[in-house]
C-alpha cells in the first residue's frame, strides 16, 4: 500500500528541509525522503551543508581561528601562551558534534511540523492517477504518493577525470574536513570558495599551503579592487597561489601526492603533497532519481532543466537548490524552497537572484551583494564607488584587525546601490545591512544618513556610503 501526502520533497539539505517545512506550515501533509548516512547508519538530515559543508567547514574555521589568534595575535593584548598545542582530532570531534546537534535539530523541526521524514533514497516510479509514485529504498523502504514532488537532491565534489577521490590522499570537501592531523605540505587544486576556505583552516594550524588555480585572475567573480585586496592579505599569510596553471598527471608520491604541471609560463613544474584537495566545482546530483522514468528534462551536466519558478518540465514536479542552475548556496536553495512551497499554495513566492550574498569566509572575510565594478562597466552603467578601509574604523582597530575595506557602488543618476563588497573583519555579517538596503532599493544617501552604532565595523558601511558622495568623515 503506498502512503499518499500533498507534497513529497527529495532530498533534506537547505532547499528541502525547509521547503518541506514551509509546505507543512502551509497546512500541506508532506514527506520528506533524504538519505545521508550518519557514522553508526542512522539518518543525518541537513544535507551537504550540514554534513560535509557550511556548518562543519565553519566549525573548523573558528577552531583554527582561535589556534592562531593564540599563536600569533594574544600577545599583542599582553597574553602570554606557552605551550600552545593542537589536538586536531578534538577539534574534528567537536566539529561532528556540532554537525549531530544541527542533524538532530532538523529532525525535531520536522517533528514540530508534522513532516514525515523517510530515511532512503527517493526516485520516480511513474506517473500516476493526480500526481506521482515514488519509491524509498534502503533503510525504510516504502512506497510514496503525492500529486506535488520538489526534488533537492542537491550535489557532490566533481572529481579530475581519472583521478578518483580516496579520501585518504586525494580529498574532496569531504576528507578535507576530516583530516586526521596537520599536514605538512597541503595542495589544492582550485581557488574557489571552498578551495579557499579549506586552505585557510589547515594554512592557520601550520601547513604549507599551495593553490593550483587554472584561471588567470585570482577571485574571477569578486570585485577587482576586493580580490586584489585579499590576495595582498593571503599573500602576506603564506598563501602560495598559482594562476593559469594546467594540471598533468596526478600520481601517488612516496608519501602522499605528486601534482605534475605547467605553470603560467609555460613551464614543466611539480607539486609534491601529503594531501591534495580537489575542489573544482560540484556536479548536480540527478543519478539515483530515475528521472527517465518519468521524462524528467535535465540539462547536459545533469542539472534538472527548470524555468526562473523552480518549475521543472512536468507538471507539479518542482527542483530547487545545486540541483538547478544557479549560485550553488545553500541561502539561495532555501529561498527557492520556501518560494516553491508558496507556489503551489499559490501564493507568489519570490526570489531575487540580484540579491543573494555571498560570502568567503577566510581571513579576511569577503562578502559581497549585488554588480561588482567590472560588471557594471561591461554594462554600460554609469555608476559612483565609495570606499572607506577598515585602517580608519575604531572598532577594527579595536579589534586589532584592519585589513580590508567596505566598498559601495551607486547608479551615477539616481543613487540607488547596485553593489555592495565587503572584504575585512565580520564581512560575513556585514553584507547583511546592504542585503536589506538593496532589497529596499535604498540609495547611497540613506545608508549615509542612518544612525550606525559607534564603535562598530557597520560604521564603515556608513562610511562608504558617505564616500559615494564624496564628503567621509573619519578619512
Ligand atoms: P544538499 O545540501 O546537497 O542536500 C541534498 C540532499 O539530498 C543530501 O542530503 C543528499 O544525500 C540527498 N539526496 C540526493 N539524492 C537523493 C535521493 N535520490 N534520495 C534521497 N536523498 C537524496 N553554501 C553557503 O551558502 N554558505 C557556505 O558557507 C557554504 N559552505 C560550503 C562549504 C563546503 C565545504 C561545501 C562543499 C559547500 C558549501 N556551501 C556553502 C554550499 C552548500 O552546502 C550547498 O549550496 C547547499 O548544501 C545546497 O543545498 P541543497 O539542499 O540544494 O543540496
Known amino acids: 500500500m503506498s502512503k499518499?501526502?500533498?507534497?513529497?520533497?527529495?532530498?533534506?539539505?537547505?532547499?528541502?528541509?525547509?521547503?518541506?517545512?514551509?509546505?507543512?506550515?502551509?497546512?500541506?501533509?508532506?514527506?520528506?525522503?533524504?538519505?545521508?548516512?550518519?557514522?553508526?547508519?542512522?539518518?543525518?538530515?541537513?544535507?551537504?551543508?550540514?554534513?560535509?559543508?557550511?556548518?562543519p567547514s565553519k566549525a573548523l574555521l573558528q577552531s583554527s581561528e582561535h589556534y592562531e589568534h593564540a599563536a600569533k595575535h594574544f600577545a599583542d593584548h599582553g597574553?602570554?601562551?606557552?605551550?600552545?598545542?593542537?589536538?586536531?582530532?578534538?577539534?574534528?570531534?567537536?566539529?561532528?558534534?556540532?554537525?549531530?546537534?544541527?542533524?538532530?535539530?532538523?529532525?525535531?523541526?520536522?517533528?514540530?511540523?508534522?513532516?514525515?521524514?523517510?530515511?532512503?533514497?527517493?526516485?520516480?516510479?511513474?506517473?500516476?492517477e493526480g500526481g506521482y509514485e515514488i519509491a524509498v529504498t534502503g533503510a525504510q523502504a516504502e512506497t510514496l504518493t503525492a500529486k506535488q514532488i520538489i526534488?533537492?537532491?542537491?550535489?557532490?565534489?566533481?572529481?579530475?577525470?581519472?583521478?578518483?577521490?580516496?579520501?585518504?590522499?586525494?580529498?574532496?570537501?569531504d576528507g578535507a574536513l576530516r583530516i586526521g592531523g596537520v599536514p605538512k605540505k597541503l595542495g589544492l587544486i582550485g581557488s574557489g570558495v571552498i578551495g579557499l576556505e579549506m586552505g585557510s583552516v589547515w594554512r592557520r594550524l601550520g601547513?604549507?599551503?599551495?593553490?593550483?588555480?587554472?584561471?588567470?585572475?585570482?577571485?574571477?567573480?569578486?570585485?577587482?579592487?576586493?580580490?586584489?585586496?585579499?590576495?595582498k592579505a593571503f599573500d602576506k599569510q603564506g598563501l602560495k597561489v598559482e594562476l593559469g596553471v594546467k594540471v598533468g598527471e596526478i600520481k601517488a608520491a612516496k608519501k602522499g601526492v605528486s601534482v605534475a604541471y605547467t605553470n603560467a609560463k609555460g613551464e614543466a613544474q611539480t607539486l609534491d603533497v601529503d594531501k591534495l584537495i580537489v575542489s573544482i566545482g560540484r556536479v548536480p546530483n540527478t543519478n539515483g532519481l530515475n528521472a527517465e522514468a518519468v521524462g524528467l528534462k535535465l540539462d547536459d551536466r545533469g542539472a534538472i532543466v527548470v524555468d526562473d519558478e523552480c518549475r521543472t518540465s512536468l507538471p507539479g514536479v518542482w527542483a530547487v537548490g545545486d540541483v538547478v542552475r544557479g549560485p550553488m548556496l545553500?541561502?539561495?536553495?532555501?529561498?527557492?524552497?520556501?518560494?516553491?512551497?508558496?507556489?503551489?499554495?499559490?501564493?507568489?513566492?519570490?526570489?531575487?537572484f540580484n540579491l543573494v550574498p555571498w560570502v568567503i569566509y577566510t581571513s579576511p572575510e569577503i562578502a559581497w551583494v549585488g554588480k561588482t565594478e567590472q560588471q557594471l562597466k561591461a554594462d554600460g552603467v554609469k555608476y559612483k564607488a565609495g570606499t572607506f578601509p577598515f585602517l580608519a574604523n575604531g572598532r577594527a582597530r579595536a579589534l586589532g584587525d584592519t585589513t580590508g575595506m567596505v566598498k559601495m557602488l551607486a547608479d551615477a543618476a539616481t543613487d540607488e546601490i547596485l553593489g555592495?563588497?565587503?572584504?575585512?573583519?565580520?564581512?560575513?555579517?556585514?553584507?547583511?545591512?546592504?542585503?536589506?538596503a538593496m532589497a529596499f532599493r535604498a540609495s547611497s544617501e540613506d545608508i549615509a544618513r542612518i544612525c550606525h552604532a559607534h564603535p562598530s565595523l557597520s560604521e564603515s558601511t556608513k562610511e562608504a556610503a558617505l564616500a559615494v558622495d564624496k564628503r567621509t568623515l573619519n578619512f
Open 4 to 55: 499518499n501526502f500533498d507534497v513529497i520533497v527529495i532530498g533534506a539539505g537547505p532547499g528541502g528541509y525547509i521547503a518541506a517545512i514551509r509546505a507543512a506550515q502551509l497546512g500541506f501533509t508532506v514527506a520528506c525522503i533524504d538519505e545521508w548516512k550518519n557514522a553508526a547508519g542512522g539518518p543525518a538530515p541537513g544535507g551537504t551543508c550540514t554534513n560535509v559543508g557550511c556548518i
Open 79 to 128: 597574553i602570554s601562551v606557552s605551550g600552545l598545542t593542537m589536538d586536531s582530532a578534538k577539534m574534528i570531534a567537536r566539529k561532528d558534534a556540532v554537525v549531530k546537534q544541527n542533524n538532530d535539530g532538523i529532525l525535531y523541526l520536522f517533528k514540530k511540523n508534522k513532516v514525515s521524514f523517510f530515511h532512503g533514497r527517493g526516485s520516480f516510479v511513474k506517473p500516476v
Open 151 to 173: 526534488v533537492a537532491t542537491g550535489s557532490s565534489a566533481r572529481a579530475l577525470p581519472g583521478v578518483p577521490f580516496d579520501e585518504e590522499n586525494v580529498l574532496s570537501n
Open 207 to 231: 601547513a604549507e599551503v599551495t593553490v593550483l588555480e587554472a584561471m588567470p585572475t585570482f577571485l574571477g567573480a569578486v570585485d577587482e579592487q576586493i580580490a586584489k585586496e585579499a590576495r
Open 330 to 352: 545553500a541561502h539561495k536553495a532555501e529561498e527557492e524552497g520556501v518560494a516553491v512551497a508558496e507556489r503551489i499554495a499559490g501564493q507568489h513566492g519570490h526570489v531575487d
Open 420 to 436: 555592495v563588497h565587503v572584504v575585512g573583519p565580520m564581512a560575513s555579517e556585514l553584507i547583511a545591512e546592504a542585503c536589506v
